[in-house]
């Protein structure tokens, strides 16, 4: 068979292949052609002609399946072909663009340069030789044009770029409208003309680009294998006019064309990778400017489709990997998972092994590697990998040529390597190493060009560390002329606008600490909200700007006293130590640590609860020892700081050593010029002092003064810490006079105090120290010279301190105590009126606390560890001026702070309402925020766990304290809207005696007030003055012994079988309490109102532990207490006016409903053994209940705390049977044991009963106050009687499950023998425990059982 005829049925085969793709005809054709062509001998007329047929077959072939062993086969007949053709051939050009064709083609999956370079040698000779009219002459300048791009984006050669365009307009012109390819050379020009608009920045390119771009898309339809092509490019142009302007829309644009671009683009498209590549780039891109983890997300799974359909030779393969590797990044910031950096990290490495030092993509590569690798110091701390980032960005830069594009970009991260690595070495070579780089660099750069604005902020960023490090007000200066300049070109949603932004504000507020210009410090807050604004979680500056808001407003609240700003910095500081929780080798983690631990140490400043200090003392501790801490200096500063303030607390000498340790350490550490010094120096000078104060010796003393006249050496006029230096040099040069007894030492600390007076603004919480050096001056001036003039001085500035203005509650109350204690010395006759001061400041100290739990702590830690018994002193001293009424309203104040807190949230105003519309409506509000007050101040349970768990806790925590302190301050604003109101003039106020004595209505009322000066009752009828009975036998020491013989006799016979043991005891404890306490009270009492009557007890201090009610001579023939009254007790005479006052709302108009709560078997981690007698307990209540009452059990499984809250809830009368529990350490969590958890003191304060009216706890410890804190009266009783009960029957001990039901049956026989009226539950107590089998039921149970309310 001849050739014709073979190369007709190959030609035929092909031509079937074409419109079929039938593997079998190619084949068949590949097949016929290859034989031929192998039994052709080479030179023959044929075997051009076979060869290239073979070329065309391999070409149709690869076309559809893509095979890299088709594209050899190809470039390797065509080449053949070529080699026996000449340029003056018809089909040598036509040869030409063929086998260029598949050399570019196959560059494009092996990224061998030789192959581009071949096709563009064959390119140029073949145009040289070209006629202009060659029909060929259009797809030769094509694919020449294409060739050179390729080559461009290779080596990145200019001139590359420029032939490349020219090129393309040339193939254009021969390509006009309505040819075939007019659409696909209109998108390729496009393509070059956006490469050089994005290299040079020339707004002429970009608007050519896009208007060959949009001519291209008119002619192609959807279904068009251009239209996806076309639709990218122009994503791409629109992401590099993003990168040059910032405008996000063209961003937001550009993803919108890739995503339907992306749903016209088949799998097998050729540039499908190349669309997921860039859909994800642009994604990852916008995650940055908004923060949306979608796009993020989104983006990584683009990536990875990307490379998955790509093989390994692919040439632009490094690419996705480099952009899949930003993308990790970019997670890894968010998330802080090891597997996205290391994931990162590896495909960054993989990125540089493709494109070598000579790729001209090399340069953006090794910047994401250099990246990664800081990134990868910041999370693990190993400083080698900053050392290699430093190296190799060093490296390169001196390589890489100046009129590079790259050049500037690359320099920003030689930049941030020395600046990161300054951080941490505090080598301040590395700054001088930047501002080098940039000086040199600023030199070449016009002066609106992007890159000059990245540089200079680079060097102003590098010149504010070096101010930091070294001071300079002339560098601080420029700074912040700088950053206010550059500003004014930054649109807000410019990359660079939040960096401006926090290096401003950072640069003000240093400047704010040096020159007290309270428009800089507001500016520097105003500008960290704004960064805040604009930097979402993974954001590279979110870290900055929280933090430097933080600290900004804890400094703002430090000198200028704010809540709020104290509330919102902790809120913002634990958010940054919680987002490094995950990576606690970051660097910045110690600093996270030290600045919120500073914040810490301010909220105890003002709330004085002794864990926030040590809380604080603790985290400074651990950023101290933190391997990876670059901020030592500062952070020993602020060690030493706080624990100077916890020596105050302690008087541990080792926290005072280690102080002045670590304040001695710190300070060479600072150059002579650093503004820190001055601080150092006052603080150092503070911690002196103190070891003056415990030490005695005058080397302490001299030390201190020497620091304190260096802070007035180094002090500019005008500075704002001058004022306190002068204040504390005057304290120690009086220390130094009195020691002395020199009287100019005395002249001379009054000079420096009034010097510091006439330098401080009005109000200034400063004047508080004044006033107390005043004090303690005139003090020692009086009693060296006996003058009384300076102690009269020196009680008035007693007051003055007290209720000096802008300063923490704490520091007022410590004033009034101190004023209080100095009276009692001097025996000053405004001794009282420190007593009230006292006793008022120290109920706005602890309600500044949000929780009650918190309260306590407050109240425990602060006032009652150094003050036990203020309130009982307090009416001592009101008794000893004879004025019994001021005595009951002191005493009332003073004592059961925190349940009268919390029931100033429960105010009942149904009077308010009816006054008029706007009394309706404050009536609303003040119930709106009562409750949502009332609902926050108990204690929520949180997040429990693990320690990241634990930081959510702490930032869970900040937050409540802020929102509760918003709603508290809504709160006092309504209260002093309603006390304008007519005949609203005293709500909520403490009430006064005319009204406390109301409480007496049903019976007297004793209160019996112990205190160190004198023991008294006071007695409170419904009609005349108190009466008041001295009781001249008792003391606070006799009282305490007392208390404690009662407590050890029920500890050491609580045997089986001791009761009489017990019982013989116990008389004599009964006994002396009515010997030294009780007879005179009796006797009184007597006169007032006869036997049988019902009393009301309201004990102090010691005194509440002591059953009054069991009380007696225990003496043949005469009456004990059960025999002459019927005793009650009342933590508060306003405790009982509440039990008495029904609410209108709720007043029962159904009939009373009765349940039984009990709970044999508690949940196993409540340690109690099973109450066998439980069942027979309920059993006989329900057998008791009237037929007239409603009657209900809540036992067994369905014992739980939802289960008796709710029946707390929706039942007026209940008797609890099952494990009570006094918890001594948290009193707000003694609970009740039920089957699933145990039912709290805090959980049954949030149950609001609907119509409460009687509660009997048939339980153990329901009564028993807490031991550190008396007067509180913190018990389970105490907590049903404020949730609303009217009466309570609680326990103060332990009772017997045996002998207990012998009670109950004798209680509510008595209980329910007449009318059911709750008010009798004291009279059936009283004769339930005479008729009680006495064989049966020992003394100590009872009496065991009390009855508290109405």
Not at 203 to 218: K, N, P, Q, V
Not at 433 to 440: E, R, S
Not at 682 to 704: C, F, G, H, P, W
Request: proline letters at 5%.
């Amino acid at each position: 068979m001849d050739w014709g005829t073979l190369n007709d049925q190959a030609n035929n085969l092909m031509s079937n292949y074409k419109q079929t793709h039938r593997d079998e005809d190619i084949e068949e054709a590949i097949r016929i052609l290859s034989a031929w062509y192998s039994d052709l001998p080479s030179g023959s007329q044929n075997h051009a002609a076979c060869a290239n047929s073979l070329a065309f077959a391999f070409y149709m072939r690869l076309q559809h399946l893509n095979s890299i062993a088709d594209l050899e086969q190809a470039v390797y007949y065509w080449s053949i072909v070529l080699e026996s053709s000449t340029p003056g051939s018809p089909h040598y050009v036509p040869l030409v663009v063929n086998l260029g064709g598949m050399l570019r083609r196959r560059f494009e999956c092996y990224g061998k340069l030789e192959d581009i370079e071949q096709a563009i040698m064959m390119y140029s000779a073949a145009t040289s030789s070209c006629p202009p009219d060659s029909p060929y002459r259009h797809n030769l300048l094509n694919n020449y044009a294409l060739a050179v791009f390729s080559r461009f984006e290779q080596t990145g050669d200019p001139q590359d770029l420029d032939l490349s365009i020219q090129t393309h307009q040339e193939c254009l012109s021969l390509r006009p409208p309505g040819h075939l390819s007019h659409c696909s050379t209109l998108s390729n020009l496009a393509i070059a003309i956006c490469a050089r608009y994005r290299h040079r920045g020339n707004m002429d390119d970009f608007t050519s680009a896009m208007a060959y771009h949009s001519r291209a898309l008119e002619l192609s339809s959807p279904e068009s294998p251009s239209y996806p092509t076309i639709l990218m490019n122009m994503g791409l142009l629109l992401r590099y006019s993003f990168q040059c302007n910032g405008d996000l829309q063209n961003l937001n644009t550009a993803i919108n064309l890739y995503r339907v671009a992306l749903t016209a683009c088949p799998d097998n498209h050729p540039i499908r990778f190349s669309l997921l590549a860039n859909y994800a780039g642009d994604l990852n891109v916008r995650f940055t400017q908004n923060g949306d983890i979608n796009d993020l997300e989104y983006s990584i799974e683009l990536y990875t489709n990307s490379l998955a359909n790509q093989s390994s030779t692919h040439a632009h393969r490094f690419s996705s990997l480099h952009g899949l590797a930003i993308a990790l990044m970019s997670r890894f910031k968010v998330y802080g998972v090891p597997e996205d950096l290391d994931l990162a990290i590896t495909h960054i490495t993989s990125s540089m092994a493709l494109c070598g030092p000579s790729h001209p993509e090399h340069m953006p590569v090794l910047m994401v590697w250099i990246n990664c690798l800081i990134m990868r110091y910041k999370t693990r701390g190993d400083i080698a990998d900053l050392d290699d980032a430093v190296e190799h960005s060093e490296a390169a830069i001196c390589v890489c040529p100046r009129e590079s594009a790259d050049y500037f970009l690359l320099l920003t991260h030689v930049n941030n390597a020395l600046s990161t690595r300054f951080s941490r070495r505090q080598d301040v070579r590395d700054l001088k190493k930047i501002i080098d780089y940039c000086d040199l660099a600023l030199r070449d750069i016009p002066g609106r060009h992007i890159s000059n604005q990245v540089l200079a902020m680079d060097r102003a960023d590098a010149l504010l560390q070096q101010y930091f490090h070294e001071g300079g007000m002339n560098t601080l200066e420029h700074v912040i002329s700088f950053y206010r300049d550059i500003m004014q070109d930054l649109s807000r949603g410019h990359q660079a606008f939040p960096r401006v932004l926090i290096q401003l504000a950072s640069a003000l507020q240093a400047r704010f600490e040096q020159g007290g210009n309270a428009d800089d410090l507001n500016c520097a807050v105003n500008h960290y909200r704004t960064a805040c604004e604009v930097c979402p979680p993974g954001q590279d500056d979110h870290y900055a700007a929280f933090s430097g808001l933080g600290n900004a407003l804890l400094l703002r609240y430090q000198i200028f006293g704010p809540l709020d700003d104290l509330d919102e910095c902790l809120v913002h500081l634990a958010h940054i130590v919680e987002t490094h929780a995950l990576a606690t080798y970051h660097p910045d983690y110690p600093k996270g640590l030290a600045n919120f631990a500073n914040g810490i140490f301010a909220r105890f400043q003002n709330q004085h609860d002794i864990t926030d200090l040590d809380t604080a003392v603790n985290y400074l501790q651990a950023a101290r020892d933190h391997p990876n801490q670059s901020e030592g200096r500062h952070i020993l500063t602020f060690l030493a700081t706080v624990l100077s303030a916890r020596y105050n607390e302690r008087e541990d000498i080792n926290d005072l050593q280690e102080s002045i340790k670590a304040f001695e350490t710190a300070l060479p550490m600072f150059a002579s010029n650093h503004p820190q010094v001055l601080h150092l120096h006052r603080n150092l000078a503070r911690s002196l002092q103190k070891m003056y104060v415990k030490r005695q010796t005058i080397e302490d003393l001299n030390a201190a003064i020497a620091h304190f006249e260096a802070c007035l050496t180094i002090s500019p006029e005008g500075h704002p810490d001058l004022p306190h230096a002068l204040i504390s040099l005057a304290w120690c040069r009086h220390k130094r006079a009195k020691a002395g007894k020199d009287d100019d030492g005395f002249q001379d600390a009054l000079s420096l105090l009034s010097k510091a007076s006439e330098k401080l603004p009005e109000a200034h919480p400063w004047f508080f120290l004044v006033y107390q050096h005043y004090t303690t001056i005139f003090e020692d001036y009086y009693s060296l010279t006996k003058d009384a003039s300076f102690l009269e001085k020196a009680f008035q500035y007693h007051q003055l301190a007290s209720s000096a203005p802008g300063i923490h509650t704490w520091d007022q109350l410590t004033a009034a105590l101190r004023w209080r204690t100095d009276a009692n010395e001097f025996h000053h006759t405004s001794a009282l009126e420190a007593y009230k001061t006292s006793i008022k400041l120290l109920d706005r100290h602890i309600m500044a606390t949000p929780t009650v739990s918190g309260r306590y702590k407050a109240l425990l830690g602060g006032i009652l560890r150094d003050t036990p018994s203020l309130a009982a002193d307090a009416t001592a001293c009101a008794i000893s001026a004879g004025d019994l009424e001021l005595a009951v309203e002191l005493s009332e104040q003073g004592r059961g702070l925190l349940w009268s807190q919390m029931s100033r949230f429960r105010a009942t105003i149904n009077d308010l309402r009816v006054v008029d519309d706007e009394g309706r409506r404050l009536a609303d509000e003040f119930v709106l925020l009562s409750a949502e007050l009332g609902r926050r101040q108990s204690d929520s349970p949180g997040i429990t766990g693990t320690t990241i768990t634990e930081t959510l806790i702490r930032t869970q925590q900040e937050e409540e304290a802020r929102q509760y302190r918003q709603i508290s301050s809504q709160w006092d604003a309504v209260v002093s809207k309603i006390r304008q109101k007519q005949g609203f003039a005293y709500f909520l106020t403490p009430m006064p005696f005319k009204e406390l004595k109301a409480a007496a209505v049903a019976g007297p009322i004793v209160i019996i007030n112990a205190s160190i000066q004198r023991c008294d009752a006071i007695i409170i009828a419904k009609d005349g003055p108190p009466r008041l009975i001295p009781l001249p036998d008792a003391s606070l020491g006799g009282i305490t012994t007392l208390s404690g013989d009662f407590r050890n006799v029920l500890r050491n016979t609580s045997g089986v079988g001791e009761e009489k043991t017990r019982e013989k005891q116990l008389i004599p404890v009964f006994r002396r309490l009515w010997d030294a306490v009780l007879a005179p009270v009796v006797e009184a009492l007597l006169t007032i109102v006869p036997k049988g009557s019902r009393v009301w007890w309201c004990p102090t201090s010691k005194l509440t532990s002591l059953p009054i009610h069991a009380a007696g001579p225990y003496r043949k023939g005469a009456s004990n207490m059960p025999n002459i009254y019927v005793s009650s007790y009342t933590p508060t005479l306003s405790a009982l006016i509440r039990s008495r006052r029904q609410n209108a709302s709720k007043v029962a108009s159904n009939t009373p409903s009765f349940v039984s709560i009990g709970q044999s078997k508690p949940n196993s981690g409540s340690g109690e053994k099973e109450l066998k007698a439980v069942g027979a307990e309920l059993e006989l209540v329900k057998s008791l209940v009237p037929a007239s009452m409603t009657c209900s059990e809540v036992s067994g499984d369905e014992g739980t705390v939802s289960g008796a809250i709710q029946a707390l809830k929706t039942n007026s009368w209940v008797h609890l049977a099952c494990h009570g529990k006094q918890d001594f350490l948290q009193p707000f969590d003694s609970s009740f044991a039920l089957r699933d958890k145990p039912l709290r003191l805090s959980d049954i304060i949030q149950a609001e009963p609907e119509n409460p009216e009687f509660a009997f706890l048939s339980a153990c410890h329901t009564a028993v106050g807490d031991k550190n804190a008396p007067d509180e009266v913190i018990h389970l009783a105490a907590g049903m009687q404020f949730s609303g009960f009217r009466g309570v029957i609680g326990t103060m001990w332990a009772v017997d499950d045996n002998t207990a039901r012998h009670m109950v049956k004798e209680f509510y026989d008595a209980m329910f023998s007449g009318k059911i009226d709750c008010t009798n539950a004291a009279r059936a107590l009283n004769k339930a425990s005479k008729a009680v089998d006495k064989d049966k039921v020992p003394m100590d149970q009872r009496v065991v059982f009390i009855h508290i309310g109405a």
